[in-house]
Each structure stands twice: as structure tokens, then as C-alpha cells.
């Protein structure tokens, strides 16, 4: 497996795109992980209405926004991104419920 430059390294465009590119191999990776984890919390809730939690998710985009400004990013941009991924997560995880807990 080859690496990317990093972005302070890269000279050209193939070289922004290859490592754009594989920054999107890399995050789709991690939303795999971070679906199996609602694949988790459909199986492990016990009443449908649990799934949405606004308490939680207003948690979440508090972290995140504090991670992004603490990394030098713009934490309302980072935190319109990470609404997106939670109602998506959300909407997952009501799919999985719902298939769950349909008789065969």
C-alpha cells in the first residue's frame, strides 16, 4: 500500500487528489465502524423512541465543535458536517430497530 503525500508536501493536483482520496478510504472506514456502533444501539434499545436522543446528539456536536476549534477548523462548519452524519446515523439505526423487531 502506498501512501499520500502530506498536504504540506504535495506539488501537484495528482498529489492533492491522491490524498484526498485516500483520506476518503480512511473516513469511510471509520463510518463503517461508527455505523456498527449504531448497529449496537438498535439491538441493545429496548423502545423505538430511544433511538432519537436530542440530549445526546446536542452532546456530540458540542464535542465536536470544541475538537475542531481546538484543531484550528471552523467548529459551526465541522458541526453542520457532524449533523448530517448523526440524523443519517439516526435514520440507520431506526432502519435496523425497526427490521429487528419485525417477526420473521
Known amino acids: 500500500m502506498t501512501f499520500a503525500k ?21 473516513l469511510v472506514a ?3 465502524r461508527r455505523f456498527g456502533y449504531m448497529d449496537a ?8 423512541s430511544a433511538v432519537r436522543d436530542e440530549p445526546r ?3 456530540v456536536l458540542d464535542n465536536v465543535a ?3 476549534e481546538s484543531a484550528g477548523l ?4 465541522i ?15 431506526l432502519m435496523r430497530w ?3 423487531a419485525k417477526p420473521d
Open 6 to 26: 502530506l498536504p504540506d508536501q504535495c506539488e501537484t493536483m495528482a498529489d492533492v487528489r491522491a490524498g484526498v482520496d485516500q483520506v476518503d478510504r480512511e
Open 30 to 32: 471509520l463510518l463503517v
Open 41 to 48: 444501539a438498535a439491538r441493545i434499545k429496548t423502545e423505538r
Open 57 to 59: 446528539k446536542a452532546q
Open 66 to 68: 470544541r475538537e475542531a
Open 74 to 77: 471552523d467548529p459551526q462548519r
Open 79 to 93: 458541526r453542520a458536517v457532524w449533523n448530517e452524519l448523526i440524523e443519517q446515523s439516526i435514520a440507520h439505526e
Open 98 to 100: 425497526d427490521a429487528a
